[in-house]
């Protein structure tokens, strides 16, 4: 069976400043959007494990910064090794090849002409405040951005940013993430 992969982002209920371990942030929403079906899904924290058959279904788990900070957050809710999850991190093959970090919104800004709609600390205030449409629309534009980013990386072999001189572009190769299967077998948790 033909596996597809599916790009993750997700929202915590505090930051770094109040807990040091990712684990410890909570989850206030998680946002997929899953290639196998075209599909868009955001789960709140209470409906969290119908997010797992998605992630334990798919060839890759792809975002930007998830390896550091996405998965380690999802982890205490996650019953099975979240490492186990094959995995592309865009920020981590930007890393390997520029030699440093980037923010998304630079990222994006520089190679769609495009900005996030808002900021990580605008959702922990959603969260707070109870604004759960905004809170979900916030988690699926960034969903939708770092999609439109890979997909543009794929078709065009190049993302950009921008430095001191203007724009520079990075050559990338990520059409195998979206074509082969990733590999061996997942293990499945128990259902929920």
């Given at each position: 069976m033909k596996k597809f992969p599916v790009v993750?982002?997700?929202?915590?209920?505090?930051?770094?400043?109040?807990?040091?371990?990712?684990g410890k942030l909570g989850i206030t929403v998680a946002a997929v959007f899953n290639y196998k079906d075209q599909r868009q899904d955001v789960f709140r924290e209470k409906e969290i494990n119908k997010l797992f058959p998605i992630l334990e279904n798919c060839s890759y788990v792809?975002?930007?910064n998830i390896d550091s900070f996405d998965l380690p957050v999802l982890q205490p809710y996650y019953p099975g090794k979240i490492d186990n999850f094959k995995t592309?991190?865009?920020?981590?093959?930007i890393k390997k090849i520029i030699g440093k970090r980037l923010a998304l919104n630079d990222v994006i800004h520089a190679t769609l002409e495009k900005k996030k709609t808002g900021h990580g600390l605008e959702a922990i205030d959603f969260y707070k405040e109870g604004?759960?449409?905004?809170?979900?629309?916030?988690?699926?534009?960034?969903?939708?951005?770092?999609?439109?980013?890979?997909?543009?990386?794929i078709i065009n072999k190049k993302i950009?940013?921008?430095?001191?001189?203007?724009?520079?572009?990075?050559?990338?190769?990520?059409?195998?993430?979206?074509?082969?299967?990733?590999?061996?077998?997942?293990?499945?948790?128990?259902?929920f």
């Open positions: 993750i982002d997700l929202e915590t209920k505090h930051t770094f400043r109040e807990f040091s371990e990712p792809i975002g930007y592309f991190d865009i920020l981590v093959d604004k759960w449409e905004e809170l979900e629309k916030y988690c699926m534009a960034d969903v939708m951005l770092t999609k439109e980013l890979f997909d543009y990386g950009s940013y921008l430095n001191e001189n203007g724009k520079v572009d990075i050559d990338v190769n990520w059409g195998k993430y979206l074509e082969d299967n990733g590999g061996g077998e997942m293990p499945l948790t128990l259902p």
